[in-house]
């Protein structure tokens, strides 16, 4: 039998570099935003902020995320739109009920999607950060596909940047946002990653006690 060469053995570092293009994931949609702006020159992005959102809250499948991060949103559409009314906001990344994933930012750019916020004592999240919206509804659970697109997605981050804490949108900004919300399963995604329970900010109990019972407001 004769030995195979080096040829034959596929090179999955080659392959996994043309994943990404300009902070661009090959495997996402991409719906660019105009609302971003540049990182602090020399920012390791280490943080994945995990988001929920849907408009109008609890309604699944139209293009109204689509519309809000591009400045397309008609605010008189719908009531709970008047109370958003001019936010220029994006995430990175957004998962669909079905697993579909959207791309509105490089990942090399800074998304406006933390606002005020701190983790582990550093301030402004967008700054070294991913943001990560789920659709969803706090407190409503997720699904399957879902959390499958998400550990593709961590997978594929981690082959271009040191993320090593993942974070819910409540954890960097306690009392002022509660989402992904309660109903996240933070044990089943860290199950899926095969990540260590100590990057999962939602996996510490410690934390998760205080910020239970804060005064919250979506
Ligand atoms: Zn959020």
Known sequence: MPTPTRTDVPDLTENHTDDWQDGWY????????????SRPEGA?????????????????????????????????????FEQIRGAEVSAHFVVR?????????????????AGRSSWQGRDNCNDYSVGIELEGLEDTSFEAAQYETLKTLLDALAQRWPIDQIAGHAHIAPGRKRDPGSAFDWAHLQAL??????????????????????DQRA
Do not use: C
Request: glycine share 8%.
């Open 44 to 80: 390791a992005i280490t943080l994945a902020v995990i988001h929920s959102i849907s408009l109008p809250p609890g309604i699944y499948g139209g293009d109204e995320i689509e519309r809000l991060f591009t400045n397309q949103l008609d605010w008189s559409a719908h009531p709970y």
């Open 26 to 37: 090959a495997h996402a949609r991409h719906v660019p935003s105009p609302n971003f702006g």
């Open 97 to 113: 009920r079905d697993g579909e994933l959207l791309q509105f930012v490089s990942v090399n750019d800074r998304a406006w999607h």
């Open 193 to 214: 990653t095969g990540r260590p329970a100590t990057q999962f900010a939602g996996l510490d109990k410690a934390l998760d006690a205080m910020h239970s019972d804060t």
